[in-house]
C-alpha cells in the first residue's frame, strides 16, 4: 500500500514504523474483537506508559487510511501486546474481522504522550466510553491505590458488558448515549468537584469531551497540569 501525505508528516515528526504480525484473535461481546500481535519491536524500542497508542495503517479502497488504537496488556519481555476493535462499518473493522494469525500490518508511534502524575493523587475522575475503554483499563491499571471515579457511556446495551478493570475502591457509572452526548455532559458536569489534589482524565467522543474541558478549566478552575483531555471520536 503507498503510503499518502500523512505518513511524511509523521516520518519528519519523528514517527517510527513498525510491523505488527497477528498471533490470535478473541471475541470480545458482541460488537468487539481482540487481537493479540507481536510488536515487531515497538515494545524494545519505544518508552511504554499509560494509554500508549499507535497509528495503524488500513487500505481503505487503495488509499490508505489511518487510525488509533491503544495497546491493551502489552508485555515487554515477549514483545507481543493486544488491540481491540469495534467491528461497525470501515475499513479498520473490515480488516480486524478477516484478519487470522500470520497476517501483518503497519504501525507509527508518533505523538502518544501520557505519565501519571507524581506524587500519584488520592482520586481520579475517568470519564470515557466504548472507544476509550482500553485506555481508560489503562488508567485504573496505573492507579495503584488511587480511588477512581469512572464514568462510561454506551451506544448500545451489550457495551455495558465489556470489561471494565474497576477495583474495591473504584465506583463505576454506564450512561446511555442520548441527546448527542449531552446526557453524558451534564451527569459529569454535576457530580464533579473541584477537588484540590484530584486528578481529571477525559476521554469521549470530541464534541462531549469539549465541554467537559470547558467544565473543568472556567467552571472549576482545574489547572491543566491536574487534568488530560482527548477526544477519542467524532460524531460528524
Not at 466504548?130 to 488508567?139: D, T
Request: hydrophobic letters at 40%; aromatic letters at 8%.
Amino acid at each position: 500500500m503507498k503510503r499518502n501525505w500523512e505518513a511524511l508528516v509523521l516520518k519528519a515528526l519523528g514517527g517510527r514504523d513498525f510491523r505488527l504480525t497477528v498471533l490470535s484473535t478473541e471475541e470480545v461481546g458482541q460488537h468487539y474483537r481482540r487481537l493479540r500481535v507481536n510488536g515487531g519491536g515497538l515494545l524494545e524500542s519505544c518508552e511504554l506508559h499509560p494509554t500508549m497508542w499507535i497509528r495503524l495503517w488500513f487500505d481503505n479502497d487503495g488509499r490508505p487510511h489511518q487510525r488509533a488504537y491503544t495497546l491493551v496488556d502489552p508485555d515487554p519481555a515477549s514483545g507481543r501486546f493486544s488491540l481491540e476493535f469495534a467491528l461497525h462499518d470501515g475499513c479498520a473493522a473490515r480488516w480486524a474481522t478477516t484478519a487470522a494469525p500470520g497476517a501483518t500490518i503497519l504501525a507509527t508511534v508518533q505523538g502518544s504522550g501520557f505519565h501519571w502524575p507524581q506524587p500519584s493523587p488520592p482520586h481520579v475522575y475517568v470519564v470515557g466510553d466504548a472507544a476509550s475503554l482500553p485506555a481508560v483499563n489503562s488508567v485504573l491499571d496505573a492507579a495503584g491505590e488511587t480511588a477512581a471515579t469512572v464514568w462510561l457511556e454506551y451506544a448500545h446495551e451489550g457495551e455495558q458488558a465489556l470489561p471494565v478493570r474497576v477495583r474495591p475502591q473504584d465506583s463505576l457509572t454506564w450512561l446511555p448515549r442520548e441527546d448527542d452526548g449531552r446526557l453524558l455532559v451534564r451527569t459529569v458536569e454535576a457530580a464533579l468537584p473541584s477537588a484540590e489534589d484530584a486528578f481529571y482524565w477525559v476521554a469521549a467522543e470530541a464534541a462531549s469531551t469539549r465541554a467537559l474541558a470547558r467544565h473543568l478549566r472556567k467552571s472549576l478552575g482545574i489547572d491543566k497540569h491536574r487534568m488530560s483531555v482527548l477526544g477519542y471520536w467524532s460524531a460528524t
